[in-house]
């Protein structure tokens, strides 16, 4: 699973069992993802998450990283047997726009901001899926 975290809302992502391609899920409210984590680990087999880690062009974290560790620590707190990785975003929202561009999205399916979320997570675990095989 991937989180593309955000202060209003967070994009959800998951792979297929055989960890080959990722798919968007879901849009939470950030104030309710750990309730609504909780509710789908109960129901789903989850290995790990991947949550985007925003970077600036130097490598070095993003200031938004100052709102995700308050995040994180409550996670591993809840979670304390499932393995969080953090991952590089960079660019993910600029190429979920495009995603959606070149998939044909109407003008209006590409302004609502929680389909740019879902396809962000979505990137972001591709990305770390492709990583892991390296």
Not at 61 to 86: E, G, H, T, Y
Request: proline residues 6%; contains cysteine.
């Amino acid at each position: 699973m991937a989180i593309d975290y955000g202060p209003r809302r967070c994009g959800l992502a998951v792979t297929d069992p055989l960890q080959i391609t990722a798919g968007p899920l879901e849009t939470v409210p950030t104030h309710t993802l750990l309730d609504w984590l909780t509710a789908y680990f109960a129901k789903e087999q989850v290995q790990e998450v991947v949550i985007g880690q925003p970077r600036q062009m130097s490598g070095e974290d993003s200031a938004s990283m100052q709102q995700i560790r308050p995040f994180m620590n409550a996670f591993r707190k809840r979670f304390p047997d499932m393995r969080l990785v953090p991952f590089d975003e960079r660019f993910t929202s600029v190429l979920a726009h495009k995603a959606m561009l070149d998939g044909g999205l109407r003008k209006k399916a590409r302004q609502d901001k929680a389909t740019v979320d879902k396809i962000a997570a979505c990137i972001i675990l591709e990305d770390y899926l492709v990583a892991a095989r390296r």
